[in-house]
Every structure is written in C-alpha cells, then in structure tokens.
C-alpha cells in the first residue's frame, strides 16, 4: 500500500483512541455505562436470654428517605410477632412473645445509600421556634464542673457578634481538627472530653448538641453505621454505632459529622437509624437482650440510562452534548442496531475478499443477520429453510406463467406472508419456537431473497448457487452472532467513533490482493507442481 493509505489508516485509528481516551481520562466518563449501585446488607440481630414471661424487645429500623432506597427485607423472630411503628425518633421494630430457651433473632434489610449535599444559608436570622421545635433547644442539666468546661470553650473558640451561623461553623471545626477521636473507651463526661480534647463519636456528638443549642440552633444527635470497612478481618461485617449531628437551618435539618469531618453532606456510607437517643438500651428496653449490627455490601452493577445521563452532564463538555443517550428511549432501541450494520460489513468484506465465500448479493448476508436478530436464531434458520424449497416451486411455477417483475415480485410477497402466518400459529400451538418474535423487516428481506435465488439458479446452476447460499448462511450466521453480543452494542452506541475504526479496516481489507483461502484449496494441484 501506498505511504498515504497507511497514514490514513493510522489516523482513523489514533482519532478514535484519542476520542474514548479524553472522555474517559480526561472527562471523567465510564467506557461501559455501567452505575455501581451502593447496595447493602444489614443484618439487626438480637441475643434474647430465656424468660417466661411475654417480653417487647425493641430495635432500630432503617427509615426510607431520598438519600436512602429500601430494596427489601426478611425476618425470624423464632415465634415472637413483630411491629413495627413509626416514631419522631425514628422506625421502631417490636418483637412481641415469650422466650423459653435462649435464641437469636434477627431483622436484615437490603438499602442502597447515596451522597447528599444540603444548601446552608449564608446569614441565620433569628427564628420562632414552635413548640416541637423547641425541645431540640433544651440543654439538660449540667454538672458545675461540664458547664464551666462548656462556658471556657466557648471564650475561646466562639467570636462575638450576632451571626449564629459563623458560630456553628467555628464549633463544628474546633471538634472536628481539636477534640480527637478516640473510640476505645466510652466518654460520658463534657469536662473530662474537654479536659483531654479526645472522645468517641458519641462524645463528639453530644458536644456539638449541647454547644449549638447554647447559641441558639436547635440541634440532635443522630445514631446509626458509618458502613466503612472493617478494620479487622475477623470482624465479618460487625459494626458499632456510630454518632452524627443535624441542625435545623432554613426550615429543614442539616447533617454534620464531626468525627469524619462532613458539614451540610451526608455520605452514601451513613445510615442513619434513630435520632435524638443517646442510649441504644432506650430503644431496645430490654436488660436481658444484646443486640449486634451487621453490614456486608452487595456486590452490584446495573446499568440506568438516567444515572448515566446525569455523569454525562456532569463532565459538562460539548463533546458528550451530542451523545446517543439524549436521543429517545425508542430512539436509540433503534441505533443499538443500526450502528453495528458496518460491523456486519467488515465480516462480509473479509469473508468474501480474504476468504473467498460467494453470496446472494453484496449485502444479503447483513440484512439475513438481522432478520436473525429481530425474530430469533433458530425460527429465522427455520423459516429461511422453507422459504429455499418454496422458492424452488414458486420459481418453476412463476417461470411458466411468464408474469412481469412486479407481479411476480408481489405473490412471493404473499407467500412469505402467509408462510409467516403459519410459523406464528405454530409457534403458539406446538410451541416450537417459543423465542419467535414478529417482525415487519425480515418480511421484505425473505422476499427479495427469495428472487434473488431464483435468478441465480436459473443463470449459474445448482452448484453455483449452493456454493452461495452455504456462504450467505455461514457470513449471516456469524454476523447474527456479533450483533447479538451486549457488551459490544454497548461500546459501539457509547462510543460512535469507533466506526472510523470500521472504515480504516474495511481500508486494510480493500487493499488486500492477495489469494484467497478458497482459491489455494482450488488450485492446490498447480501449488503443488509448483518447483
């Protein structure tokens, strides 16, 4: 090949690498739409000790929200009956019965969790607070000793003047950066987590409540799991509760995280179980229970044409503007299709040129393949079977009424037609093709298949044309093959430039003169008295 034919090979190819390598480096964009689903899940079980008296042993339940999807859920409470009922500090699960031999019970729950960032206004303006709203601004009472902790924290670290919300913040990063987290130990005490600028989740939460509600923002604490991997292998999904903050901004509460360092965002790892509790014994109010979390993460991948919509719009480029995915959902079922026609193009190409496979037509082969797809593998092989012998008689029977192209063109119409007819009440009754799909498309592929094969039999021959419809049945059932293949219609829609390297393929085969393989079984007698 010529040095300019080869370049322009080259650049086909490098545009199409250099097109998928900038969205999906440089844009960010996944190469197969794929959205990994943040599933999990969660397993409440209870360790009841023997009683014989009929008990109501409390745990938390997962609350559905907009940041968190309930995807289902499963129980056994070996006998005891369960409600569960709605209160202002969450989902409350409620075994009911007797318990005469020690047993676990367990409520598990599958969620999928996503991030979410709340809006925070730049100024607090003072509020009235209606009743309801006022209990998140009582302060319990204080030893002397918490309260003078309390009031010297605040000379330090909070600035004068009217803006609450600039208190807020400073409070939030003075127990964030200053108090450290320490969870091996419990601290109960504000003076003494003040005193050693350390504490646990819980710790660190009721700090932030009780400083927040001293400068007037209601605020609560929050308990649940913070699903973070686990630290010991052995631990097999146990998890500990975990303590947050919201405080209520602008007519709806906010999340604030001191210990992990989130303010107004609430990861897609939180998952809040009751609000406002301090004491998971509260909750479950029975001395003779222990109770134990249990979270695990469910290995999924699906696939949303929205989700991935929303990542293409997130790169925010002109490039990703023009995608296949904003067309119609009718649209691109359409598309998903026809975009792969040129890869049906290159097998053909390289059977007929490199191979040497003759055919009924330059594309009969394609459009066979799709008449495959549309109705099924098996009843399009079956029903193409039928249609070869009809097309023997209707040939003969055709040729001695000596009717014009048309006419005769428009009976095998209706013979296909009426031999479809047939397939389909087959199909139903005896249920021999039960993956038969009706399709209006493979209706006039058959038909001008079926000419094509009579003029080819009566001007080369029975063996010609055997030789041919062999070829056209192997390329089409190849072809049928590739375009079945998901993984491929994803890349190919996705990626529409990776038609240019179709083109600079079909470029390589086109130059090709070499022999063919058909061609070194032909004349294998002249090879081999060749010296």
Request: charged share 25%; aromatic share 12%; net charge positive.
């Amino acid at each position: 090949m010529k040095r300019g034919t080869w370049l322009l090979v080259l650049l086909l190819f490098l545009l199409t690498a250099i097109s998928i390598l900038y969205k999906t480096l440089v844009l960010g964009v996944s190469f197969i739409p794929r959205v990994e689903k943040n599933l999990w899940n969660i397993e409440i079980a209870m360790k009841v000790k023997p009683s014989q008296r009929s008990r109501r042993i409390g745990f938390p339940v997962p609350r559905p929200s907009d940041r968190l999807i309930i995807k289902g859920s499963q129980y056994d409470g070996k006998g005891m009956a369960l409600t569960i009922e709605k209160l202002p500090e969450g989902l409350r699960g409620q075994w009911q019965g007797k318990v005469p031999i020690a047993r676990t019970i367990f409520y598990r729950v599958t969620v999928e969790l996503r991030e979410k960032q709340y809006a925070v206004p730049s100024f607090l303006y003072p509020e009235s607070h209606d009743r309801k709203m006022r209990d998140y601004l009582t302060i319990d009472d204080l030893s002397d000793g918490d309260l003078d902790a309390v009031k010297r924290i605040e000379k330090e670290i909070i600035p004068g003047g009217e803006n609450r919300l600039k208190a807020l913040k400073e409070i939030y990063y003075f127990i964030y950066e200053e108090v450290l987290y320490n969870g091996l130990r419990n601290w109960n005490n504000l003076r003494e987590i003040l005193d050693h600028m350390e504490g646990d989740s819980q710790g660190k939460a009721k700090l932030f409540t009780v400083l927040a509600r001293r400068q007037g923002v209601p605020a609560r604490t929050v308990g649940g799991l913070i699903l973070r991997p686990e630290r010991r292998e052995d631990d097999r999904g146990r998890h500990n509760l975990a303590f947050w903050n919201e405080v209520y901004l602008d007519q709806k509460w906010v999340p604030v995280c001191a210990t992990y360092g989130n303010f107004a965002v609430l990861g897609d790892d939180y998952l809040p179980l009751f609000w406002n509790i301090d004491n998971i014994g509260d909750i479950v109010n029975d001395n003779k229970t222990a109770i134990r979390f249990m979270a695990n993460r469910v290995e999924s991948t699906e696939f949303s044409i929205y989700e991935y919509r929303k990542e293409i719009r997130k790169a925010r480029s002109w490039l990703l503007d023009y995608s296949l995915y904003f067309l119609p959902i009718n649209v691109q079922s359409v598309f998903r299709i026809l975009i792969l026609i040129p890869f049906g193009a290159v097998i053909l190409a390289l059977f007929r040129n490199m191979v040497g496979l003759k055919t009924f037509g330059i594309f009969m082969p394609v459009l066979l393949a799709l008449f495959f797809l549309e109705t099924s593998y098996f009843f399009g092989l079956a029903f193409f079977s039928v249609i070869v012998l009809v097309g023997f008689g209707e040939r003969y029977l055709l040729t001695k009424l000596q009717l014009l192209a048309v006419p005769r063109l428009s009976i095998i119409l209706t013979l296909v037609v009426a031999f479809l007819c047939v397939f389909a009440v087959l199909s139903r009754e005896i249920g021999v093709f039960r993956d038969f799909t009706l399709a209006l498309f493979p209706i006039v592929i058959t038909t001008i298949f079926i000419e094509r094969f009579g003029i080819m039999l009566e001007e080369e021959g029975w063996k010609n044309t055997a030789w041919a419809l062999t070829g056209t049945l192997v390329i089409a059932s190849i072809t049928s093959v590739v375009f079945s293949i998901r993984i491929l219609q994803t890349i190919v829609f996705t990626h529409p430039e990776t038609l240019l390297a179709v083109i600079a393929i079909l470029i390589l085969i086109g130059k090709y003169t070499g022999y063919r393989l058909t061609e070194l079984v032909r004349f294998r007698e002249l090879l081999a008295r060749r010296p």
